[in-house]
């Protein structure tokens, strides 16, 4: 069977989103024919440019087609090399939101969330425009379409009125970089005690309303940490102006921290050291950063809607994402508990609950569902 890939968001130097869920779907499906040495399939990775070193290496049955052009890649480069390519391949799985066009080989797409018709004011016009429009062509016509919880099946369900079955959650697993031994405090010149959130600097992850609640928290804390820091990592996505500037109007320049360019072989020393971990989002598909917090015995300060419940289960403390005294009480409630019974029942949770989200699992049901569906074909 020939499996054509669209490997061109694993195929980045900085992988977050659906970059990362890309790179991680495909490494894992790579490790499971590995140890089947093939198993009959010749997998094909199509990519505008040459493969990144750490993309998975070349064998007899995985292959790189490399061809262009980059810019609308997937309504030209993608399209013309699929229809070239002999002989053809059974499936075409592209794990973003558009599908190839112009081709009569069956798509399997992935649709992360919604977010982009529940808050379209929060994007751009020129990504909004593609989200909307491409996004609805490559549904309408895919075969199947992966998603990443139950939550995001039952909005594209509703937004594209496709059939149940037609939507597949293969929830994401989460894979760290082994930890660097460097101090990330003198590194990054943070204050020894602070709280954590992950994640690009965008409107949806609601960074404001915790910056003002981090202000309120500063003030009811009467814990013995001495100073508190809030870190935000998280490269810059869009309509970020504002969020830059909310420490400086608020009066916490020195108290707020934001770090763009952390590797991810920090990020396990950011988790361990961290009081708390906080997602106050307005809307997320997964959440992965909150599966990475609670593995590292991190607690987590969630909000209670969207996906963020069915990912964190019974170790979040759960807030009103609209409402900053509700996030500031989250936080007061997290770092309070930590070293408390009732803390440390909900970090164990934490633990236990990240357990169940791998990326080997999702790989295989991807791998399924591919089979079944170029078979089909």
Known sequence: MIIAIDGYEANVRQRVGIGRYSYDILSNIYTILTHLN???????????????PDMPKETSW????VRGPTTLWTFIGLPLALMQDQPRADVVFSPTHYVPRFISIPRVMSIM????????????????????????????HAKRIFTISSFSKNAI?????VPQGKVIVTYPGFS?????????????????????????????????????AFG??????????????????GKKGWLYDQILDAPTRLGLTDKVKFLHNVPDGDL????????????????????????????????????DVSSLPEIAGAAGVYVDPKNVNSIAQGLLTAVR???????????????NQAKLFTWEKAAKQTLEVLTEVGRKN
């Open 38 to 52: 093939g198993n009959g399939y010749q997998i094909r990775v199509y990519l505008p440019s040459n493969p990144l």
């Open 62 to 65: 995985w292959k790189y087609c």
């Open 113 to 140: 969330d919604t977010s982009y018709l529940e808050f379209p004011e929060m994007f751009r016009t020129r990504d909004l425009y593609q989200l909307i429009h491409w996004t609805k062509y490559a549904a309408i």
């Open 157 to 161: 369900i509703k937004a594209y009125k």
């Open 176 to 212: 760290m970089t082994k930890s660097t031994s460097e101090d990330i405090f003198k590194k990054y010149q943070i204050s020894k005690h602070f709280i954590l959130s992950v994640g690009t600097i965008q409107p949806r992850k609601n960074y404001v309303r915790l910056i003002e």
């Open 216 to 233: 309120k928290f500063l003030s009811l804390n009467k814990q013995k940490f001495g100073e508190i820091q809030l870190i935000i990592i």
């Open 268 to 303: 396990p020393s950011f988790y361990r050291n961290a009081l708390s971990f906080a997602l106050p989002s307005l809307y997320e598909g997964f959440g992965l950063p909150v599966l990475e917090a609670m593995s590292y015995k991190c607690p987590v300060v969630v909000s």
């Open 337 to 351: 508990q930590r070293n408390l019974i009732q803390g440390k029942i909900r970090i164990q949770k934490g633990v």
